[in-house]
């Protein structure tokens, strides 16, 4: 690659932790000052106070090696083991972990299924260990051994969240411009922007992180897109209080497509076309989810992925993956038991274990989830 | 519930006897009776003797003990395949399973080398290769966590005697209480009223009923195209080879851990080392070649002598239409052929299986589960197909017409796409059920010239000498590995050689049809 054509100057717009968090991302990306991160600061302020960051958040802070204590001490983080959202029928955990065990090529969901039908098995959240902490208030941030997998997020403070990315990203170069007063955007005439004219200052640029909610496009009077256009890249705005963790969880996953597809200043279209490619289906997948919550099983869907997923599961509680989910299969199972479906059928391999054996082993798996749950609760209030 | 109580099988080639033990390991206590039925008379193909990695789990899931099956089937390990003369003639390159290189920084390995490549590298992508550099080595070992991480990476499968291969599950199944009939299957019958299967006949008047069938009779395919009328797509004019002529040979070397697929006017040539034998095949398309032709060029490449008369073979590129219709299944030949250059067929079978399992219908047959086992293997299908299409098309020979012709042809929408992403900076995303990953894509696109011309610009994050030195360490990490391995020899001398008394049996060894 010739020198020339290296992105060198990125711009973001936007608010708040939405802006810091691209900002620390690209920081975090670029340590060696080959790239400067500049932040136009646009007026307004979030009004929820507490976020939630799925358990992929890890991975972020990987990358910034951000210290746990500081998550806990400025972030005020508490672990969390599954999201709780609002659906028609009242609310829905999605448990960050597995129900149960797979067993002899057949999902845990099969063998319950089967006692479930029989009367003999109670709701399948009590073969989940995530969700039995959730719903304790306890907490693990490993899975105890001989126990159905586990995973963790975090419940933050947004304020506090927002100050330890703010601190990030400033220490590694990110500066930071207000723009309350209002900002324009210089574009050439094939519409790439050239500059962020401010107040106080024009700010040149090869590359534009557009970070602002939906609503605050709208409000600035322009048309709000998803994805990646010349070298303008809008962030997602999935945020929805009915369905938590999204938003965080969208900002990082563009940050890591982009990243993957880095440009220069050639722009391609392939590239940009396989980032919005990506977007769309990530865009889908979640639309998916919340028509499932807010509308249940009968209402319409012009989703097919959607249709699928839940005449597969109604069928024979199977899980019809897409590719490029969003939401993992416990949450995808918890979410159409949620809404009320019990499969018609289980799997016939499920009878391959006497009915004996599968009551014992059913309920070996709910005590070992009770104890460990307990034990935890017990653990939390020593701590 | 209407459970399903009787599965027949109609064929008994590698397709068959890989249902018959699968479907016999969960059925025998889910009290399902499974019978097979084959004819001697017809025979199988006899041919398909190289794999991919994931047959291990196959073999894992019927619980077969690797080293005797490797035994059974005369088998030999496969680290990767080299392709000779693909991208030009005189080039080769080495298509290996597992991985290349180490990332860095969160960034694919292959960004850095593409980068070191254009400031003048000599390295070839295969010297970063644990498989590739042990294949040439003619090494060979299975992955264990306490050799370390390194030699932990070595990802293998196996060369085998398809005959033999299916002679041992044969016996894996019946062991397991499949009942096997010896027959021609003559007629079969539907239900006047919903066009199921109710049952065949065979030429001796015997009648066979079942409520699941599963069509594995090779390319006849007589239950689902015959019988159920389900046609076929035909991907002939992407993937144009349409015969195959192909022969046992005697070995005239150390069996190496490898398969070689040598480009040809008209097609290519695989050569297949297994323990007793060697397996050959031209694989053409008889519009620029005729048969006679064909078979002259292919002995002319062959070093052994012959172990019996050329077979001829002949087929089309595609796939059934639906693979689940009504109540039968078409598994193996039956349900398609793209070619044999990625070793790709068994693991079609394998994969066709295991979604049935997954999604076992009870007589009521629903449709969910018919339409999202088909949609699931299309998917399967159409993500080998376009790798199998890039072989042709990433080419520079104009030396006959058939490498004017793919390499001039229009290929599908989603390869342009990968191809356009690769090329420009190697950029590539795997969709979550596709078989062949980054380090395939970049091994045949760099292999056959269309390598990527630009890289992704987060690699100058490291400095130049920091790469130079971290590729560098990698190679002399990766290289004292193979140093440390026992040769594929000595390797199956010691675990897993086999009798050679069943020398004498084997597949395209000549027996015709
Ligand atoms: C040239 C070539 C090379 C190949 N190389 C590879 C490779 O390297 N790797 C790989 O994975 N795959 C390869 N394949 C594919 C592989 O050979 C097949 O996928 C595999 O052998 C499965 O075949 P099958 O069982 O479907 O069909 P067949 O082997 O043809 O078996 C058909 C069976 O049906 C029976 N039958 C048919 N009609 C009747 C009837 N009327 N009544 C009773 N029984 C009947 C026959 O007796 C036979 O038992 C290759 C294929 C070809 C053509």
């Known amino acids: 690659m010739e020198a020339g054509k290296a992105i060198r100057r990125v711009v973001i717009i936007g608010q ?31 009004t929820d106070d507490v976020l939630l960051a799925r358990p992929s958040i890890r991975r972020f802070h990987q990358l910034l090696q951000m210290p746990e204590r500081a998550l806990v001490e400025t972030a005020k983080a508490q672990l969390s083991h599954g999201v709780r959202a609002r659906a028609a029928g009242g609310a829905i955990l999605l448990p960050f972990g597995q129900y149960g065990y797979d067993h002899a090529g057949a999902e845990f969901q099969q063998y319950w299924c089967r006692a479930f039908k029989m009367g003999k098995a109670g709701g399948l959240g009590r073969y989940n260990l995530a969700a039995g902490l959730a719903e304790a208030g306890a907490f693990l941030t490993q899975t105890p051994k001989g126990q159905p997998a586990l995973d963790f997020g975090y419940q933050l403070s947004a304020a506090g969240y927002c100050a330890l990315l703010q601190a990030y990203a400033r220490g590694h170069g990110a500066v930071s411009f207000d723009a309350a007063d209002g900002f324009e955007v210089r574009t050439d005439e094939g519409g790439f922007v050239k500059t962020i004219h401010l107040a106080g200052a024009d700010l040149e640029c090869d590359m534009v992180i557009d970070a602002r909610t939906e609503a605050d496009v709208l409000a600035a009077g322009e048309t709000p897109d998803l994805g990646w256009q010349g070298n303008r890249l809008y962030m997602p705005s999935h945020c929805d209080a009915d369905l938590p963790g999204l938003e965080l969880y969208s900002l990082v996953e563009a940050l890591d497509r982009l990243i993957a597809l880095w440009p220069d200043k050639d722009f391609l279209a392939c590239e940009r076309e396989e980032y919005n490619r990506l977007t769309y289906a990530e865009r889908d997948r979640v639309s998916d989810m919340k028509t499932l919550l807010e509308h249940g099983v009968i209402g319409v869907t012009q989703s097919d992925a959607l249709a699928r997923k839940i005449s597969v599961f109604s069928n024979r509680g199977r899980i019809a993956a897409e590719d490029h989910e969003v939401f993992t299969k416990p949450e995808w199972l918890a979410a159409l038991i949620g809404c009320g479906i019990v499969p018609a059928h289980y799997d016939r391999l499920v009878d391959r274990m006497s009915l004996e054996d599968l009551l014992r082993w059913l309920a070996s798996i709910e005590d070992g989830i009770g104890r460990t749950v307990e034990q935890a609760k017990l653990a939390a209030r020593v701590v | 519930m209407k459970t399903i109580k009787e599965i027949v099988i109609v064929g008994g080639g590698t397709a068959g006897w890989m249902s018959a033990a699968a479907f016999a390991k969960f059925a025998h206590k889910a009290d399902i009776a499974i019978t097979l039925i084959e004819s001697e008379q017809i025979g199988t193909v006899g041919v398909g003797e190289a794999t991919i990695p994931q047959i291990a789990k196959f073999n894992a899931m019927l619980g077969i003990d690797e080293d005797a099956f490797v035994k059974a089937t005369q088998a030999t390990f496969k680290l990767g395949i080299e392709f000779a003369d693909w991208g030009q003639i005189g080039e080769r390159y080495f298509h290996p399973f597992g991985v290349h290189g180490f990332d860095l920084e969160g960034i694919d390995f292959h960004q850095y080398w ?14 970063y290769s644990l498989n590739a550099l042990a294949a040439y080595a003619g090494k060979f070992m ?22 033999l291969y299916a002679a041992f599950l044969r016996a894996h199944a019946e062991a397991k209480g499949v009942q096997r009939i010896e027959g021609v299957v003559a007629t079969v019958g539907l239900d006047a009223e919903n066009g199921f299967i109710d049952a065949v006949t065979l030429a001796d008047g015997r009648t066979v009923s079942g409520d699941l069938f599963i069509d594995c009779t090779g390319f006849r395919s007589l239950l689902m195209s015959d019988a159920l009328g389900i046609g076929y797509e035909d991907w002939s004019h992407y993937l144009p080879v349409d015969r195959a002529v192909a022969a046992a040979t005697e070995s005239t070397e150390t069996p190496l851990p490898y398969t070689r697929a040598t480009a040809r006017g008209a097609g290519w040539q695989w050569k297949i080392p297994l323990q007793h034998r060697t397996g050959n095949g031209y694989v053409y398309s008889s519009r620029f070649l005729e048969p006679e032709q064909a078979e002259l060029d292919f002995r002319a490449a062959l070093n052994g002598a012959l172990l019996g008369e050329p077979k001829h073979l002949r087929f089309v590129t595609g796939r059934r239409q639906k693979f689940w219709h009504k109540n039968c299944v078409a598994l193996g030949l039956s349900a398609g052929f793209m070619e044999p250059l990625e070793s790709t067929s068994i693991h079609l079978i394998q994969s066709g299986i295991s979604k049935l399992i997954a999604l076992f219908p009870d007589k009521t047959l629903p449709t969910v ?39 001039t042809m229009e290929v599908p929408e989603t390869l342009q796409r990968k191809m356009e992403l690769l090329r420009a900076s190697g950029r590539f995303f795997k969709y979550d059920a596709e078989l062949f990953d980054v380090t395939s894509w970049m091994a045949v696109a760099v292999g056959q010239g269309l390598a990527p011309i630009g890289f992704n610009p987060m690699v100058e994050g490291l400095s130049d000498s920091n790469i130079r030195q971290s590729l560098e360490n990698m190679r002399n990490l990766l290289n004292k590995s193979v140093a440390a391995m026992p040769s594929q020899e000595a390797f199956i001398a010691r675990f897993c050689k086999a009798d050679p008394a069943q020398v004498k049996t084997g597949g395209a060894d000549g027996r015709t049809n």
């Open chain 2, 369 to 407: 589960e018919q339409d999202e086992y088909n949609r699931l293997l299309t998917d399967d299908y159409l993500h080998i197909r376009d790798f199998l299409i890039l072989h042709y098309k990433a080419t520079r020979r104009d030396d006959t017409p058939f490498w004017d012709y793919v390499r």
């Open chain 1, 16 to 46: 708040g932790l939405r802006g810091w968090l691209p900002a620390a991302y690209l920081a975090a990306r670029f340590p060696d000052g080959r790239c400067q991160i500049n932040f136009v600061e646009t007026g307004g302020a979030r």
């Open chain 2, 142 to 163: 299975r992955p264990k966590p306490e050799h370390g991480a390194v030699l932990n990476r070595i990802a293998y499968a196996f060369h085998f005697d398809a005959t």
């Open chain 2, 114 to 127: 593409t980068k070191m490549k254009a400031l003048g590298e000599e390295h070839a992508l295969q010297d």
